[in-house]
């Protein structure tokens, strides 16, 4: 080839590539481009409702800077308040607003990047769709054990609670059951991906999990005539509902400060809204 | 007759029992492998990161169970290198220079230890990150390094006893022999005792990384996460294949993911079965093999 | 000589840092759950139920849980394990008792986490439909995994009881005209009882302390169990659901209770084996 055929070529070449990548990469650049340089580990603990949301985060990064590596753990939202507090981890993310003893306590810096709704699931085989606040309550406390009670089969009621560090619990409990009783016969399960592959496997089950978990492998049931879903959550109408926060103790820095930037950027809040959260931007 | 009828029930049950026994085990490792079979590929490991680039640790890999694996060799690496050497001398100690008083006390400790329940130990291995993250640095925390520790303290009682049984068992003709030529006890031994038992020691060995490798309570509560990647230092929190077996069986998100975890369990089930293996290999072959030679 | 001095007090430390390991793990123990005692609800633990609502964090329903999940398992697999040990050791020719021998030797190194995934999608299920009511998440589930955990380790004690039984003992049962039954039943088993008493109690131990079949199949519900499709838990599940909790909490502390509980009961099957075992020594 000529020379100067070849600087066309390339000239041409380099031109579309440029091209492509403005047009292409122009959100994912900006939002992870502060990224860029910095190197170090960034350790997440706390709930699991927001575990779907940092996986997705954690692997955009990593696939981008090897330098960054983010664990990430679940425990439940008590777990991820006393874990940030005590230094164990970077960012604890709780399903529920930390009380003002956890703020002064251990100096908490709150973040709120989604909300969610919390919902009453059942397996997607049961017919009952629809339970009211009063039937709910009794359900947990354990004085209606059986689904032909509220209109079901006739078979036993198999209760799902979730264990005392969970904020979907908290919520849970103040809310939909005024601080009722939960029986203490229910079977506990330890996240909100437990409690999703427990009622999907139980035909006769019933349990609450964050609305932005809820797939085709659970049913959500109707509380007061209103079903748990996005749209009635962020309208509302549902409500049963909790903001998703991400803590730190004190102010954020380096690493950490990043990553919550991330998080409310365009990029993060898209990633809440694609799993099932209403992003708060 | 009474004594036949009583013989032909016992007879009966003992086969029953057999039949019971192994239709379980068959029926079991039978629906594990039978539902996860078509997952062992390389996605499995790898997800959608090239394999190369993952094995040079150039990419992070996401949805394979490669960090899980990688977590749980250096995990047993780390247990065992600090277990071993401990536990061999002690087990030395306690055949060749323990009083007998001494013998006992400490046999019972060994036992004891031997006995104690996984997860005390885990909750042993946390209390103690804890206790050493407000005592001495912020910068310890329940991580690769703690677990490791955690999982020695585990198998050390198997490394002593198997090392002791091995040497008391050896046959007086083989202790008298370099004596008699005017060894001293510590060349009897290290050039006699020692090669001979090396074939009980190997195997206690293994059933140390056998042990570490398939443990799961320790970890939980000492430092294993869900996801991590490959651990960047000692200090950091990492994944292993037991924990990714138990957090997929109770919190799968998807299809794929359950897949994922029917594939995660039969490769533990194969790196056991492995071990096992070589265990037996070790017992029937190796050890004559490397002391005399061919024969 | 200097050398094996060096030498000796090597290995002597190393053995008595072996030691030092089990007095650590207990007195941390002990110290971490003092404040239970100061504080004055240490025996509230092991009289009340669990109710954190109402403050009260008595482990009662755990050690419930505990108790019947592995004593059913020892039930289940008592009877199981000694007809495979006879089969095995007594009873079968041929190549049946070395394959079955190979089969419950691979059984020991299955891991625990693999039982109970099967455990998960095989069993649960199927004890759900079969008893038609509860979750298929219960002590019966759990009893019968840990059932089948447990068995090889009875199998391989009594196997080898029973093949350490004098010859001389059988050849004078085979000259009075015993069939093997007969054999078995009135001579085999009365000398091996040692043995059978010293696998029963390890079994004991393994089922008492195991973790992963109870956290993955028994439910983990706080109730005292009431029957035996109802969900439980047992105390080294507990410690593993727990120790997420507040670390200097009263609730995280009473997990120490259950460490003493699980350590205490671990010691007294030792001590009990190791008498089994000092007595047949002594005795010629």
């Known amino acids: ?281 | 007759m009474k004594a036949r009828c009583c013989d032909k029930l016992v007879t009966a049950w003992a086969w029953l029992s057999g039949l019971v026994l192994t239709a379980s085990i068959a029926t079991l490792l039978g629906f594990l492998l039978t539902k996860g079979a078509g997952t062992l590929s390389p996605a499995l490991f790898f997800g959608d990161t090239v394999p190369l680039d993952a094995l040079l640790l150039k990419r992070q890999v996401f949805e394979g169970i490669f960090p899980a694996t990688v977590g749980t060799l250096l995990l047993v690496g780390l247990a065992v290198g600090m277990a071993v050497p401990v536990g061999i001398a002690t087990g030395i100690y306690m055949a060749e220079f323990a009083a007998p008083r001494t013998k006992a006390v400490f046999g019972l400790f060994f036992d004891i230890l031997a006995g104690i329940p996984s997860i005390l130990v885990g909750l042993f291995g946390f209390s103690a990150a804890i206790f050493l993250h407000h005592h001495f640095s912020g910068q310890i925390t329940p991580c690769l390094l703690i677990s490791a520790l955690s999982l020695a303290f585990l198998v050390l009682p198997y490394l002593i006893r198997t090392t002791q049984t091995t040497l008391e068992n050896l046959p007086r003709h083989v202790r008298m022999t370099a004596p008699a030529l005017g060894a001293s006890k510590l060349q009897t031994i290290f050039y006699v005792l020692l090669p001979q038992s090396l074939s009980g020691i190997v195997s206690g060995i293994i059933l140390s990384i056998g042990r570490c490798a398939e443990d799961t309570a320790v970890i939980m509560l000492t430092g294993v996460v869900a996801t991590a990647g490959i651990p960047a230092s000692l200090l950091s929190g990492y994944e292993a294949l037991p924990f990714y077996i138990y957090t997929v069986s109770a919190q799968y998100a998807d299809q794929a993911e359950l897949m994922r975890g029917y594939g995660a369990a039969i490769v533990l089930l194969a790196v056991c079965a492995l071990l096992f293996a070589l265990t037996a290999f070790i017992r029937h072959r190796l050890a004559d093999h490397l002391l005399y030679g061919a024969r | 000589m200097r050398s094996q001095g060096l030498v000796q007090g090597l290995l002597a430390v190393a053995a008595a840092g072996s030691v030092a390991v089990t007095v650590l793990i207990f007195g941390f123990m002990i110290v971490l759950g003092l404040p239970l005692v100061t504080s004055g609800t240490f025996f509230n633990l092991f009289t009340s139920s669990w109710l954190p609502n109402e403050g009260l964090y008595g482990i009662v329903p755990m050690m419930a849980g505990s108790l019947f999940i592995a004593g059913l398992a020892m039930i289940f697999s008592f009877p199981l394990s000694l007809g495979c040990a006879a089969l095995v050791a007594v009873l079968a020719k041929g190549r049946v008792p070395a394959l079955l021998h190979r089969l419950v030797r691979f059984m020991t190194g299955i891991p625990t986490v693999v039982y109970g995934f099967a455990g998960i999608f095989l069993l649960v299920p199927v004890v759900r439909e079969w008893t038609g009511s509860g979750s298929g998440m219960c002590i019966l589930s759990a009893s019968l995994l840990l059932a089948i955990l447990i068995a090889p380790t009875m199998i391989l004690f009594f196997t080898d009881s029973f093949t350490g039984v004098p010859k001389s003992y059988l050849a004078a049962a085979d000259a009075l005209g015993a069939t093997p039954v007969q054999k078995f039943l009135h001579v085999v088993i009365p000398c091996s009882w040692r043995g059978l008493t010293t696998g029963v109690l390890l079994a004991l131990g393994r089922a008492v302390g195991d973790t992963l079949i109870a956290l993955m199949i028994a439910g983990n519900a706080t109730a005292f169990p009431g029957s035996l499709l109802d969900s439980a838990r047992t105390l080294p599940a507990h410690i593993a659901l727990v120790v997420a909790a507040d670390f200097d909490s009263l609730e995280f502390r009473t997990l120490f209770a259950c460490g003493i509980l699980l350590y205490a009961f671990t010691t007294l099957t030792v001590v009990l084996t190791r008498r089994m075992v000092a007595d047949k020594g002594g005795a010629p």
């Not at chain 1, 080839?1 to 492509?20: E, V």
């Not at chain 1, 403005?22 to 575990?51: M, N, R, W």
């Not at chain 1, 203490?184 to 409690?195: R, Y």
């Open chain 1, 1 to 281: 080839m000529t020379r100067i055929g070849r600087s066309l070529y390339g000239r041409i070449s380099i031109s579309i590539l440029t091209l492509l990548l403005i047009g292409v990469a122009p959100a994912v650049a900006d939002d992870l481009s502060p990224f860029a340089g910095q190197a170090g580990t960034i350790k997440i603990s706390g709930g699991t409702a927001h575990i779907p949301v940092m996986k997705a985060a954690a692997k955009q990064i990593m696939q981008r800077f090897s330098d960054v590596r983010i664990t990430i753990a679940g425990g439940g939202s008590g777990v991820g308040i006393k874990q940030v507090g005590e230094g164990l981890v970077d960012i604890g993310n709780s399903g529920r607003k930390p009380t003002d003893e956890e703020i002064t306590k251990y100096d908490l810096k709150m973040f709120k990047w989604a909300i969610d709704g919390v919902g009453l699931v059942v397996n997607p085989k049961n017919t009952v769709a629809s339970l009211t606040t009063a039937q709910t309550k009794a359900i947990f406390a354990g004085s209606i054990h059986n689904w032909k009670a509220v209109g079901g089969a006739d078979k036993a009621i198999n209760l799902y609670t979730r264990d005392t560090a969970s904020g979907t619990r908290s919520v849970f409990w103040k809310k939909a059951l005024g601080k009722g009783e939960i029986s203490a016969k229910a079977n506990v399960v330890v996240s909100n991906g437990a409690m999703k592959a427990a009622v999907a496997n139980d035909p006769y089950a019933i349990g609450y999990v964050s609305v932005g978990h809820m797939d085709e492998s659970v049913q959500p049931v109707a509380l007061d005539g209103v079903t748990p879903t996005l749209e009635t959550v962020k309208s509302g109408e549902y409500k049963i509902a909790r903001g998703l926060y991400s803590n730190t103790k004190g102010e954020p820095t380096g690493l950490t400060k990043t990553f919550i930037d991330f998080l409310f950027s365009e990029t993060g809040q898209g990633l809440a809204a694609a799993k099932g959260f209403i992003p708060v931007k």
